[in-house]
T-cell receptor, first 113, second 110 residues
Framework: NAGVTQTPKFQVLKTGQSMTLQCAQD?????MYWYRQDPGMGLRLIYY???????DKGEVPNGYNVSRLNKREFSLRLESAAPSQTSVYFC????????????FGNGTRLTVT | DAKTTQPPSMDCAEGRAANLPCNHS???????VYWYRQIHSQGPQYIIH???NNETNEMASLIITEDRKSSTLILPHATLRDTAVYYC???????????FGKGTHLIIQP
C-alpha cells in the first residue's frame, strides 16, 4: 500500500522546457490536489480535482495545466517552465467524507534554470 | 475559511508535553480545526481534527475552547522526531483543499 506516489522526485529544467509531474494514489480517494511550497512559505493550492472528470483552479494556477486521467492519477503540466516555478510540488488526496483529512505524497523538487 | 494565528516557533524539552496554541477567533459554526505537521523535506502529515469536542488519537490530543476561538495541540511525550513545522487550519466542508499558513516550527531539545 503505497498511498500517494509522486514522480519524479527531482527534476531540473531549463527555462522554456515542458514537463509533466505525475501523481498516483491507491487509496480509492475521490479528490486530488496539487500544491507548491516555496522556501519558508506555507503550501499554496495550484489545482484540484473534486472527482474523476472535474478540475478546478486553486490559488496559483497560472502557468500550469492539469489532467485527471482516471480516479487514481492526477498530473500537473508545465508547458513552458519559468524560474519562478522553482519549487517543491506536493500532490494530496482526500476521500469523499465532508471533513476527511488530506494525505500527501513526498513531493517533487523542481528547479528551473 | 477562518484565519488562524500561530507562534512562529517554540521549543520543548524531550520527554515533556509540547503544547502548541492556535487562535481562530473568526471560526464559524461548521468549520473544523485541523492539525498537520511537516518534517523537513517531507509531505505534510495529518495529525488530528475536531469540531468542538476534545479529540485524542495515537499521535496527539486536541483541546478546543468552549467558544471555539482557540485550540491547543498536545504532544504528550515529545521526542526529537517531533521536531517539525505544525500547521493549524480551520476549514468547513467542500472539496477545494486546505489553506496552509506558515505554521509553528517546534524544536524538541535533547
Amino acid at each position: 500500500n503505497a498511498g500517494v506516489t509522486q514522480t519524479p522526485k527531482f527534476q531540473v529544467l531549463k527555462t522554456g522546457q515542458s514537463m509533466t509531474l505525475q501523481c498516483a494514489q491507491d487509496m480509492n480517494h475521490n479528490s486530488m490536489y496539487w500544491y507548491r511550497q516555496d522556501p519558508g512559505m506555507g503550501l499554496r493550492l495550484i489545482y484540484y480535482s473534486a472527482s474523476e472528470g472535474t478540475t478546478d483552479k486553486g490559488e496559483v494556477p497560472n502557468g500550469y495545466n492539469v489532467s485527471r486521467l482516471n480516479k487514481r492519477e492526477f498530473s500537473l503540466r508545465l508547458e513552458s517552465a519559468a524560474p519562478s516555478q522553482t519549487s517543491v510540488y506536493f500532490c494530496a488526496t482526500r476521500s469523499a467524507g465532508v471533513n476527511s483529512p488530506l494525505h500527501f505524497g513526498n513531493g517533487t523538487r523542481l528547479t528551473v534554470t | 475559511d477562518a484565519k488562524t494565528t500561530q507562534p512562529p516557533s517554540m521549543d520543548c524539552a524531550e520527554g515533556r508535553a509540547a503544547n502548541l496554541p492556535c487562535n481562530h477567533s473568526t471560526i464559524s459554526g461548521n468549520e473544523y480545526v485541523y492539525w498537520y505537521r511537516q518534517i523537513h523535506s517531507q509531505g505534510p502529515q495529518y495529525i488530528i481534527h475536531g469540531l468542538k469536542n476534545n479529540e485524542t488519537n495515537e499521535m496527539a490530543s486536541l483541546i478546543i475552547t468552549e467558544d471555539r476561538k482557540s485550540s491547543t495541540l498536545i504532544l504528550p511525550h515529545a521526542t526529537l522526531r517531533d521536531t517539525a513545522v505544525y500547521y493549524c487550519i480551520v476549514r468547513g466542508g467542500g472539496a477545494d483543499g486546505l489553506t496552509f499558513g506558515k505554521g509553528t516550527h517546534l524544536i524538541i531539545q535533547p
